[in-house]
């Protein structure tokens, strides 16, 4: 069930980021959900490292670190996959 959990979150997490970005991202929906997912795994750890991952009540900290991360990651992710898919194109 864990599994489950984290393509969801990481499904969702992708889709704030890429509200986030300005512009439209070209990227498509299983790669932004893999670096949702990504995104989630490093907003935890950053927040493990912090000391904030767990805290009485919701993990307002926690929750927003993983949508930075989402959001960085998300932003390389479309520069990479654009730089991809532009040298594909020209050859």
Known sequence: M?????IIVGFVL???AK???????HMPLWLTTILGI???ALG??????LGIAETSGIDWGRHLLQ??????LV???????NAGRGSR???
């Open 44 to 49: 935890n750890w950053i927040a493990m490292g």
């Open 38 to 40: 990504g995104g989630a």
């Open 89 to 91: 194109q020209r050859a």
């Open 75 to 81: 932003f390389l992710g479309e520069m990479a996959y």
């Open 19 to 25: 509200a986030i970005l300005p512009g439209k991202q």
């Open 14 to 16: 992708g889709l704030i």
């Open 67 to 72: 949508i930075a991360a989402a959001v960085v």
């Open 2 to 6: 864990g599994w489950l959990w984290a």
